[in-house]
């Protein structure tokens, strides 16, 4: 059978409900491209906000809240006083931090999974220390839980980097297990 127009209900044998996903796409790609002429490309330490978290007292630096020019990853920094820790967490993105300022140590405890019917987790009883001092990178691998501690002797700073790329495709998979000491949330 020809298809006579596209108007011809014959055209997709679908029989569902009609829409414009496509057009609104195209639409809101525009749209997208308009507004991200306007984001900040350039982040002013005084326009980075302050959060008292459950992992602890950190400072934004990007976040997909914030309108800023980076799409793919979140970034802040955090401080620690000397002998505090952070809160404990994970997350299925990766990971990166760098050490600003001082010395402490993390405990990762990593995550052991299988994949039947649907994802079955675990996490190691005993973590793994890690030593880090000013000018030192911490990976995180994905899913492992992770807490932060600044030495007795010496304030940390640092600054964290996840992606949201993970979150987006769907697994938005973030547990606080533990918060951050002094946080009333």
């Known amino acids: 059978m020809a298809i006579k127009s596209i108007d011809d209900p014959e055209r997709a044998r679908l029989m569902g409900e009609e829409v414009d996903f496509y057009a609104e796409a195209i639409k809101a790609s525009a749209e997208f491209r308009e507004n991200y002429e306007t984001r900040l490309k350039i982040v002013k330490s005084q326009d980075m906000p302050y959060e008292n978290s459950p992992d602890g007292l950190i400072k934004h630096v990007i976040n997909e809240k914030m309108d800023t020019a980076e ?3 979140d970034g802040y920094m955090q401080f ?3 002998g505090e820790a952070s809160g404990k967490h994970r ?21 052991k999974f299988e994949c039947f019917d649907k994802f079955e987790w675990e996490w190691e009883e005993e973590p793994k220390k890690f ?3 000013a000018g030192d990178f911490v990976y995180i691998p994905p899913y492992c839980a992770h807490q932060h501690f600044a030495n007795q002797n010496t304030e940390a700073r640092f600054l964290c980097i996840t992606s949201r790329i993970v979150k987006a495709m769907g697994f938005d998979w973030f547990d606080q297990l533990e918060v951050a000491e002094g946080y009333e949330g």
């Open 71 to 73: 799409c793919c990853v």
């Open 80 to 82: 620690l006083k000397p």
């Open 91 to 111: 997350h299925l993105s990766e990971e990166l931090v760098f050490v600003l300022e001082g010395t402490g140590y993390d405990l990762h405890w990593d995550v």
């Open 131 to 133: 030593e880090w001092k």
